[in-house]
Each structure stands twice: as structure tokens, then as C-alpha cells.
T-cell receptor, first 114, second 113 residues
Framework: DTGVSQNPRHKITKRGQNVTFRCDPI?????LYWYRQTLGQGPEFLTY????????KSRLLSDRFSAERPKGSFSTLEIQRTEQGDSAMYLC????????????FGQGTRLTVV | GESVGLHLPTLSVQEGDNSIINCAYS??????FIWYKQESGKGPQFIIDIRSNMDKRQGQRVTVLLNKTVKHLSLQIAATQPGDSAVYFCAESTEHSSYKLIFGSGTRLLVRP
């Protein structure tokens, strides 16, 4: 499968614990995006990478959230001191960049904070 | 599986009929638009896109229409099949925002056999 890959698919954690999600974009895709989706809503933008540089962060991304893309390939999203309101589907998308704008999504990581 | 869009507007169509899903977008500066299909427990799946210099684009069984005057986007699905049942989202973006996507609220499509 050469699509966007996200791990784990599901994560249940206790409030206050830290969690980390991984996204492997489509090979050679320069742009990588993280989104969050709650039930009944469309995905909401969190942050964006062009290669290894994090170029934009949404106000939704509190200081408990951090994202990295150290070598311009895979990315990680960490949430520290999780809260019940963090429960959501976390989606990763990638696109080739430049004039090619089609963004392809992974299957997401479903986070449940209990 | 988990349900996406528990309280979304729903369009119910008979198998074989054509479906039209509508979307209003908010930013008159948006220059790129995409339709996504999302099945329960899965990530959004790219269907078709259109740039603001076009008003119509066709794919396989799908057509997207763009009316910039009233900021309206529609997705037409020909000969709707049971496998088309899902939640459909439109998304808008701009080159100046690095094409980050702003999603609409979604429409659930139910296909009756």
C-alpha cells in the first residue's frame, strides 16, 4: 500500500498521559498536514509541514501539542497531559507540493481519552 | 464501525438515480476546491477537484460544478450505487494558505437498493 499510513489506528489513554501518533506520507510528497475531526464535523486544520519545516500552526494547536517532521519524511504528533476534549480522530494528509495540490488522507488515528 | 457525521444533513436516493450534493463555501478568495468521500471509520477519500478558473469538471461518474458568484459548489454522482453511501465533504483552499483545507459540514448520502 503506497498511500498515507497512520499508526496506531486506535489509542485509548487515561487523562493526563502523553500520546504520540505517527504519519508516513506518500513517498516524495513534500507537504504534510495534520487535521483533527470530531463526530459530526469536517476535519479541522492543525498544522502543516513543507519538507521538514513546520510553516503554520492553527490556534487549535495548544502548547500541549507538538508536531515534528525531522527528516522531511514521516511526521509525529504528540499530545502531552491529554484531556477528555482531545478525544477525536487525528488525520494526516500529504500532497506533492508546487503546482500539484491534491491532498490524500490516511485512515486516521482515533484517540479516546478516559 | 464508528459512524461519521451522526447529525449531518442526509440525502436519500434510489440506486441508479443521480445524486446532487450541494455546498456553500465561505471565502471568496478560495481558488481550489475538493470533494471528499468519507466512509465510517476511514479517512477522507479524494473524489474530484476544481480550480477557480473553471466552472465544471467531470470525472468518472462524478461532475463538480462551481459557481463563484454565489460561492456554491455541487457534486453530481451519476447512476448512484450502494457503494456511494458515505459522508461527503467539500473543502476550499487558497494558494496563499499553502492549500490547507477548510472543510464544509458534510452531507450523508444514503443509497436505497
Amino acid at each position: 500500500d503506497t498511500g498515507v499510513s497512520q499508526n496506531p489506528r486506535h489509542k485509548i489513554t487515561k487523562r493526563g498521559q502523553n500520546v504520540t501518533f505517527r504519519c508516513d506520507p506518500i513517498s516524495e510528497h513534500n507537504r504534510l498536514y495534520w487535521y483533527r475531526q470530531t463526530l459530526g464535523q469536517g476535519p479541522e486544520f492543525l498544522t502543516y509541514f513543507q519538507n521538514e519545516a513546520q510553516l503554520e500552526k492553527s490556534r487549535l494547536l495548544s502548547d500541549r501539542f507538538s508536531a515534528e517532521r525531522p527528516k522531511g519524511s514521516f511526521s509525529t504528533l504528540e499530545i502531552q497531559r491529554t484531556e477528555q476534549g482531545d478525544s477525536a480522530m487525528y488525520l494526516c494528509a500529504s500532497s506533492l507540493g508546487a503546482g500539484n495540490t491534491e491532498a490524500f488522507f490516511g485512515q486516521g488515528t482515533r484517540l479516546t481519552v478516559v | 464501525g464508528e459512524s461519521v457525521g451522526l447529525h449531518l444533513p442526509t440525502l436519500s436516493v434510489q440506486e441508479g438515480d443521480n445524486s446532487i450534493i450541494n455546498c456553500a463555501y465561505s471565502n471568496s478568495a478560495s481558488d481550489y476546491f475538493i470533494w471528499y468521500k468519507q466512509e465510517s471509520g476511514k479517512g477522507p477519500q479524494f473524489i474530484i477537484d476544481i480550480r477557480s478558473n473553471m466552472d465544471k469538471r467531470q470525472g468518472q461518474r462524478v461532475t463538480v460544478l462551481l459557481n463563484k458568484t454565489v460561492k456554491h459548489l455541487s457534486l453530481q454522482i451519476a447512476a448512484t450505487q450502494p457503494g456511494d453511501s458515505a459522508v461527503y465533504f467539500c473543502a476550499e483552499s487558497t494558494e496563499h494558505s499553502s492549500y490547507k483545507l477548510i472543510f464544509g459540514s458534510g452531507t450523508r448520502l444514503l443509497v436505497r437498493p
